[in-house]
C-alpha cells in the first residue's frame, strides 16, 4: 500500500457508519468517510507506446480525478501528467497501484486528508 503522508488511514470504519458517495456511474463508491486531496506526477519513457493504457487507467478513475495536464517532452521522448485527485484512501491507491504497474512510468504521489 502506499503509504499516505501526513493522511490518517488507520481511522478508517465500517461503512455503515459513514456517509457513501457514489460515482456518477452509481455503481461503486468513490468515497467512504473522510475525504482526500492528492497530486499524482506520472513520469512516462515512451509516451507514443505507453500513453494508451495510462489513457484507459486515468478514464477507469475518471470519477476521483479532478484534473490532470500533461506536458510532451518532443525531443526527449517521454512526457509528464499531472493528476489531481479527491476521494477515498482505498480508490486512489488503487490508481496508484495500476499505473505503478505500467513499464515505463514512475509515479510520485502526495496525498492528505482534507479536514471537514
Avoid at 525531443?75 to 489531481?84: L, S
Avoid at 476521494?87 to 515505463?104: M, Q
Amino acid at each position: 500500500m502506499v503509504e499516505f503522508r501526513p493522511a490518517k488511514v488507520e481511522k478508517l470504519y465500517p461503512p455503515h457508519f459513514l456517509p457513501v458517495w457514489f460515482s456518477l456511474s452509481g455503481k461503486e463508491p468513490i468515497m467512504t468517510g473522510n475525504r482526500y486531496l492528492g497530486a499524482l506526477v506520472l513520469i512516462i519513457d515512451d509516451r507514443h507506446q505507453v500513453v494508451p493504457e495510462v489513457q484507459a487507467i486515468l478514464t477507469d478513475y475518471g470519477d476521483i480525478i479532478i484534473g490532470r495536464m500533461g506536458i510532451p517532452r518532443r525531443p526527449v521522448g517521454h512526457c509528464v501528467i499531472t493528476v489531481a485527485v479527491e476521494g477515498g484512501p482505498v480508490l486512489i491507491d488503487n490508481l496508484i497501484k495500476a499505473l505503478k504497474a505500467i513499464k515505463g512510468v514512475q509515479v510520485g504521489a502526495t496525498v492528505v486528508e482534507l479536514e471537514d
